[in-house]
């Protein structure tokens, strides 16, 4: 099945700054990517995602990068904010299948 | 994007007992799925619970103690069966919007469930 990776664990970036997650994946065939803000105690919610069409899709502060021949795409959120610190959950699903999560990325964002 | 809820919100249990958490959605969806989420881990998937048949379970995750009902396309229910402390977690479903779309990558999460097994 799906196996992805999620790095770095932590990060932590001064307002401001950028912050970048990066995630790997194990099959070829996964087409979607998308990425979940969970903040604490509440429920994971899309932020955004890209399919395997597309190299890289932007919706605001936050873009998705993807790189199908490494198997890798990213998340980078631009200009952080106090309200973006949350962890930071990717997933990747072959077709027809089931999503697969990585272990997520704990951002905190210094005020 | 659907409003998803999950009742109860929370629920303190005694061993041995067993526990049914509902998911309503407020639209008809091709697809519901049930995940648990252990503190400050992600999010593992138990079973996709499919309208008219029975659930699909993923590998570790069994129906006689995770039994799931979806008697229609708006709702669904999974039964923590015969709880121990080692299910204390959170439980989430999670929908796909019916846009003539089966590819299930695309899911929206109720508020989940806390459970707390004594």
């Known amino acids: 099945g799906e196996n992805v990776e999620q790095h770095p664990s932590t990060l932590s970036v001064q307002e401001g700054d950028s912050a970048v997650i990066k995630c790997t994946y194990s099959d070829s065939a996964s087409n979607y990517f998308p990425w979940y803000k969970q903040e604490l105690g509440k429920r994971p919610q899309l932020i955004i995602d890209?399919?395997?069409?597309?190299g890289e899709k932007k919706d605001q502060r936050i873009a998705v990068t993807l790189n199908k021949t490494a198997k890798h795409f990213s998340l980078h959120i631009t200009e952080t904010q106090p309200e973006d610190s949350a962890v930071y959950f990717c997933a990747a699903t072959p077709p027809g299948n089931r999503l697969a999560f990585g272990k997520g990325n704990q951002v905190v964002v210094i005020p | 994007s659907a409003v998803i809820s999950q009742k109860p919100s929370r629920d303190i249990c005694q061993r041995g007992t067993s526990l049914t958490i509902q998911c309503q959605v407020d639209s008809q969806v091709t697809m519901m799925f049930w995940y648990r989420q252990q503190p400050g881990q992600s999010l593992t998937l138990i079973a996709t619970a499919n309208q008219g048949s029975e659930a699909t379970y993923e590998s570790g995750f069994v129906i006689d103690k995770f039994p799931i009902s979806r008697p229609n396309l708006t709702f669904s229910t999974l039964t923590v069966s015969n709880m121990s402390p080692e299910d204390s977690s959170i439980y989430l479903c999670?929908?796909?919007?019916?846009?003539?779309?089966?590819?299930?990558?695309?899911?929206?999460f109720g508020p989940g469930t806390r459970l707390t097994v004594l």
């Open positions: 999670s929908s796909t919007p019916t846009s003539g779309r089966a590819d299930p990558g695309e899911q929206f």
């Open positions: 890209i399919r395997s069409n597309v």
